[in-house]
């Protein structure tokens, strides 16, 4: 009779602590909160609809959980159909309503990003940070390195023929001559910032 006793309270207890593990899931900070897209390049005449947006996302989730904690009502998935969970349940529906409205206006003003644009723009972004942090970076005939490396692949991409192999030879010098003179910049066979930008237009 004592083993079965134990048993029942044993039972009871796992009953009880599986319940409250699973309320604890149900509204632990990962499953309830609702997440903001990634919205990028958001123009500046959006800004003040992205922080709406965020506004909208944090009154959202901050009623989830006080209709919870207060008042256990699941406005997301609700149990009962009293006036109390009724009401609660129509201003999560509003509050999400507007959420999704102002992500879909946001979305449709985020202009899509072409992976290859995407791909050609870290390429410069990192040869501006080689340019800018490799010493003597104007490269003269003698300089070695992974500036080189890159400048001679950029040149190739624009007709040329030179060997890519970092190190800065009378070949590159011309090759890099010959490019500036065809944008109208003055063709020492330098490479300066502005011939830099060149190399990556069109």
């Given amino acids: 009779m004592k083993v079965l006793l134990i048993a029942i309270i044993v039972i009871i207890l796992a009953i009880f602590g599986y319940n409250t593990y699973a309320?604890?899931?149900?509204?632990?900070?990962?499953?309830?909160k609702y997440e903001a897209v990634a919205i990028a390049d958001v123009k500046d005449a959006d800004q003040t609809k992205l922080m709406l947006y965020h506004n909208k996302i944090a009154q959202l989730n901050g009623h989830v959980i006080t209709q919870w904690s207060a008042n256990h009502i699941d406005v997301r998935n609700p149990e009962d159909d009293d006036q109390a969970t009724l009401a609660a349940r129509a201003t999560y529906d509003r509050l999400?309503?507007?959420?999704?409205?102002?992500?879909?206006?946001?979305?449709?003003?985020?202009p899509a990003v072409d992976p290859e644009v995407q791909v050609k723009q870290q390429k410069h972004d990192r040869m501006k940070e080689l340019f800018t942090t490799t010493p003597n970076n104007?490269?003269?005939i003698g300089s070695k390195g992974a500036l080189v490396y890159e400048l001679q692949k950029l040149l190739n991409t624009k007709g040329t023929t030179i060997p890519v192999d970092g190190n800065f030879q009378k070949v590159t010098f011309e090759a890099l001559k010959t490019f500036e003179a065809s944008k109208n910049l003055y063709p020492d066979g330098k490479l300066d910032m502005l011939t830099l930008e060149y190399l990556f237009t069109e």
Wanted: hydrophobic share 30%; aromatic share 14%; glycine share 4%.
């Fill in 23 to 32: 309320d604890y899931q149900r509204f632990s900070l990962e499953n309830y």
């Fill in 96 to 110: 999400l309503g507007e959420v999704t409205y102002i992500e879909q206006q946001l979305k449709a003003a985020t």
């Fill in 138 to 140: 104007d490269l003269r």
